[in-house]
């Protein structure tokens, strides 16, 4: 559903926009992390990753990397994240995990956003358990809101469960071309469901979006003065914006 676009190019633009702000690879497929030219099976410290974090068996700062933005930084995944799913299942409190690792961080940013997995597994579960809100991508497709609804009652599972603070942030509608009625169908349906959910900003189809991953950059350090740039650039000040209200 982009929500891997929408992690890096989001959290890069309120960098941009001066906020600190950390970037956590939840996701055993790790495209945050080559987003920014980090390799997992050639990262010069492998045992240094949201697994080992996860796990306890690192602290979470020695695990922190750089990126070509001096106020955005991240944890890169690898893929034995999939075991943790395996290695979590045993223990006590096992949704707690990411939360006590994010714990020892969380007063040194503004912002820390989750990368996580399509499925929604035990790291997830982690995820959600952590966080304060959840931002959902929504391509504008046919099966846009396919899905929507499951995601929709973990998130209140999990809020009634385990974390009580988590709210839903918004639905950002992705991949949208205004030329075609299918998408424009897919925008009307999607804000009449869930009305000032919806981030006003919608984020459109934009070849330079597609081609900044490949180059290790965000789209805003790749070419700022593209369409893609520009709509991610627009929403991190919605997001401000509304953060602003809200507090």
């Not at 809020?159 to 603070?165: A, E, F, I, Q, W």
Request: aromatic share 6%; net charge negative.
């Amino acid at each position: 559903m982009g929500k891997t676009t929408t992690t890096v190019n989001l959290a890069a633009s309120l960098a941009v926009l001066e906020k600190k702000v950390l970037i956590v690879d939840a996701d055993p497929q790790a495209n945050a992390s080559s987003t920014f030219g980090y390799d997992v099976r050639r990262l010069a410290h492998p045992d240094k990753t949201v697994y080992e974090c996860l796990l306890g068996s690192i602290d979470p700062h020695d695990a922190v990397l750089d990126t070509e933005l001096d106020n955005l930084k991240i944890i890169p995944s690898h893929i034995n994240l999939v075991g943790a799913e395996v290695e979590l299942v045993s223990m006590e409190n096992r949704e707690m995990y990411m939360r006590n690792t994010l714990g020892k961080l969380k007063d040194e940013y503004d912002y820390i956003f989750i990368d996580c997995s399509p499925s929604l597994g035990l790291i997830t579960l982690n995820a959600l358990t952590a966080t304060d809100s959840v931002i959902i991508p929504v391509q504008c497709e046919f099966f846009a809101l396919e899905g929507i609804s499951k995601l929709l009652n973990t998130i209140k599972l999990v809020k009634s469960k385990l974390n009580p603070d988590l709210e839903i942030e918004g639905f950002v509608l992705t991949m949208y071309d205004p030329r075609t009625r299918l998408n424009n169908q897919v925008v009307e349906d999607v804000r009449s469901h869930f009305d000032d959910m919806v981030f006003k900003t919608i984020i459109q189809r934009n070849i330079k979006l597609s081609e900044a991953p490949s180059f290790h950059k965000p789209v805003i350090t790749y070419d700022a003065e593209s369409k893609g740039a520009q709509c991610y650039m627009q929403l991190a000040q919605e997001l401000l914006e509304r953060n602003k209200v809200n507090n």
